[in-house]
């Protein structure tokens, strides 16, 4: 089965959230903790599933993959703010 990856990326203050290959970003939130949980809500109806938090530079902050997306949830406190 392949693996739907999604994007948290931060864009001019906001953070964007888009899956892999769309046109259009899924929604813009707020903040960074926003943008995680919308992700991981679309991850765990998408199982196997990625999601890959982008600092504005392009570089990877954070990366989750899973085949079960429980785990996901599991490290919820664990999001860096850097």
């Known amino acids: 089965m392949k693996r739907t990856t999604y994007f948290v990326r931060s864009c001019g203050g906001k953070w964007k959230v888009k899956k892999e290959g769309a046109e259009k970003e899924y929604c813009v939130c707020e903040t960074k903790e926003e943008g995680v949980r919308a992700a991981r809500k679309l991850a765990a109806d998408s199982s196997p599933a990625q999601i890959i938090i982008e600092k504005e530079d392009g570089t990877f902050q ?18 860096s703010n850097k």
């Open 62 to 79: 954070q990366e989750w993959t899973h085949k079960d997306c429980s785990v996901l949830f599991e490290n919820k406190g664990r999001i």
